[in-house]
């Protein structure tokens, strides 16, 4: 991330707390990255990981019990982390669109879908309905609608969930947003539909220039679309680099064993098992001391125990938060460990 | 699938020219639009095997488990397992020997009830035992599936999502069937999670000789699953086979298409060109000739026209006019 002048989003240090009734809940705790312009940065992890609470936090739509704290999320010349609501509200589906995982409950059921696109582009850009109306027509066949006329006087539910998605896409991109974040966009559909909405979305980022953040539990999603990754855990960056770099040479052990879980083209129950993570996760709620993640580690050791555990770099180039020496987590070391295990 | 495959023993489940139609807007003058969900089904699955059901949603995979469960009647076909009929007048007996295993482990169990009470509520329906020798039973398969004994006093709400699946799994199992249908029992789960439960059903296939309906979305988890791969569109089977023929050499088009639309965790790999025309049809209009014709880029004239018929190989099935006779003559 040497590009960091021109990233159109820096976030530095962002953490966010939640009041609960036994104390606070470290939902994100210190996490750091940037995207540049048409560069796309994938979040990955599971449920609970905060990977959604860092996108919502991003877009400032927190829960109230909820503590937002960085020392800057710098967008577009501002300070996300400190402007007030009322230029937030100018910011979001303007310079600043989020696609959220359910087309079904994303747009609104009682509004035409033409109505629902324009309204996009009046709030913020102003102007006479028909240009809006224009601008709506033209995104429509973008996003691969056939016949956009007739769509734009539908309904959400006379669409299938492929074509809410494209919809949704469709009405991020009236305003041109500089940035993207797409929270599980392709989950809830197809595997063939999937493709395709991906295929859409890298096409119309690199046509438009957009930064993107894809969240995303997906490791294949990820693979195929990320520019730069990174692996969350327990609210917590383990791991962050480019996706050859995280996918050749994964360097945390978390992330192996992710990998590991997922049934490989080729692989039969007949022949090995799965990997899997034993244990689940930690409670985010107080104090949190040493390694997260070490109550399911393979590698766990004393150091692990306490004590603060500082991102280094790996072999391969990314940046791993584990106690374990860069030799020791490259691919042949790890791998005995495990045969010994 | 005839009777002349040299098995002595009979199939655990079988199922013989199975239909269900729906009728769609129907009033009381008003005989409604026919929707044949499951439109004609055969299929045999013997003891030990793994059958996968693949295809998109509103394929009519979910309506085929509902009618292999029992839950809704067909509206014609047969369906046997282990030998009793699923329509005669004993539904207890048949349901002894077919459990299901849903998608969504936190609404298919209740709330309000202990997961010891939970796993036990068949043997009570089915009124076996003495309550001591009921909840020994509840032990014995909590233990088979993971679940610490701690756990028999707790509420679901107090489980995750693998231990509330693993629940699942137990209350399907304590009965002792032979089958399981299993409707995407790992999609809502995450990936070190769905490992888990997979690599569960796996050893448990092995201990009890078990025989799994897999009903799922995933190929990946399909081809770590599946002896027989069943690919379904639009409420017909269009291709059949063994796991490792269907999903290594792919015949029908469709089945490509689902092939290609995998994506490794590859990073560089950049996404896939699918083969495949967009927009899945309405099931109310359902084209005419082969269902598939209009989203199918080896599409040929015939296609829209003719039903193509359907061609037995060993195991394998197939309904493609690619492959048909009727294509050298047309």
């Known amino acids: 991330m040497n590009a960091q002048d021109e990233a159109v989003i820096d976030v530095a240090n962002l953490s966010v707390d939640i009041s609960v009734p036994a104390g606070q809940l470290h939902a994100v705790s210190d996490i750091s990255f940037s995207v540049g312009p048409g560069k796309t940065l994938c979040l990955v992890g599971e449920s609970g990981c905060g990977k959604t609470i860092t996108s919502l936090a991003l877009m400032r739509l927190l829960p109230r019990s909820a503590r937002l704290s960085a020392t800057h999320i710098r967008f577009d010349g501002r300070d996300l982390s400190k402007i007030s609501e009322k230029e937030m509200a100018a910011l979001r589906g303007n310079r600043l669109g989020m696609i959220f995982q359910d087309p079904m409950t994303s747009l609104n059921p009682v509004y035409r879908i033409g109505d629902q696109l324009e309204e996009v582009y009046l709030r913020h850009r102003g102007g006479p309905r028909a240009k809006a109306r224009e601008r709506a027509h033209f995104l429509l066949e973008k996003v691969g609608i056939i016949n956009p006329g007739q769509r734009l006087t539908q309904y959400p539910h006379q669409l299938s969930g492929g074509l809410r998605q494209r919809m949704m896409i469709a009405m991020m991109l009236m305003c041109e947003p500089r940035m993207l974040i797409a929270d599980e966009p392709t989950t809830a559909l197809d595997v063939t539909v999937q493709v395709q909405i991906l295929n859409l979305l890298r096409e119309l980022q690199q046509e438009f220039n957009t930064a993107m953040i894809l969240i995303t539990h997906n490791l294949g999603v990820v693979a195929r679309m990320a520019d730069h990754v990174a692996v969350m855990y327990a609210g917590r960056i383990v791991e962050q680099g480019t996706a050859e770099q995280v996918f050749r040479q994964p360097a945390h052990p978390y992330t192996r064993g992710l990998l590991e879980c997922i049934p490989r083209h080729g692989q039969s129950a007949h022949h090995d098992k799965l990997g899997s993570i034993p244990g689940i996760v930690p409670s985010l709620v107080g104090k949190i001391e040493g390694c997260s993640f070490r109550n399911r580690c393979l590698y766990v050791h004393d150091g692990c125990q306490s004590g603060a555990i500082a991102m280094q770099q790996a072999i391969s180039g990314q940046n791993y938060r584990c106690l374990l020496a860069p030799h020791e987590v490259s691919g042949a070391s790890i791998a005995k460990a495990e045969n010994m295990a | ?330």
Request: proline share 8%.
């Open chain 2, 1 to 330: 699938m005839s009777a002349a495959t040299a098995d002595t023993e009979a199939p655990v489940l079988e199922i013989k020219d199975l239909s269900r139609v729906f009728h769609i807007g129907k009033g009381w003058l008003n005989a409604g639009k026919p929707l044949r969900a499951v439109d004609n089904i055969s299929l045999t699955v013997r003891r030990g095997e793994v059958l996968a059901i693949v295809g998109e949603s509103g394929c009519g995979k979910t309506t085929l488990s509902r009618l292999m469960l029992g839950l809704q009647p067909p509206t014609s076909g047969s369906i046997m397992a282990g030998g009793q009929p699923l329509t005669g007048i004993d539904r207890k007996a048949f349901a002894r020997n077919v459990q299901p295993v849903f998608q969504d482990p936190y609404s298919s169990l209740n709330p309000r009830k202990t997961i010891a009470s939970i796993i036990g509520d068949p043997l009570e329906i089915h009124a076996v035992g003495t309550p001591q020798e009921r909840q020994a039973r509840v032990i014995e398969v909590m233990e088979q599936v993971g679940l610490p004994r701690r756990f028999m006093h707790s509420y679901p709400s107090q489980m995750s999502g693998g231990q509330r699946q693993r629940v699942a799994i137990a209350r399907a199992l304590v009965m002792r069937p032979e089958v399981l249908i299993c409707d995407e029992p790992t999609s809502a789960l995450d990936v070190s999670v769905q490992a888990q439960i997979l690599n569960l059903l796996q050893d448990l296939r092995r201990e009890l000789n078990l025989t799994y309906v897999f009903i799922s979305h995933d190929l990946s988890v399909v081809e770590y699953m599946a002896d027989i791969v069943a690919v379904m569109y639009l409420g017909r089977f269009v291709e059949v086979g063994p796991a490792r023929e269907v999903l290594n050499t792919p015949r029908h088009p469709y089945t490509q298409a689902l092939l290609d639309s995998i994506l490794t965790p590859e990073a560089g790999k950049g996404l896939p060109k699918i083969d495949l025309v967009a927009g899945f049809p309405d099931p109310l209009n359902p084209p005419p000739g082969c269902r598939f014709h209009p989203r199918c880029t080896k599409a040929m004239d015939i296609c829209k026209s003719v039903q193509p018929a359907r061609l037995h190989q060993g195991r394998n099935e197939i309904e493609c006019h690619l492959y048909s006779e009727t294509k050298q003559s047309a």
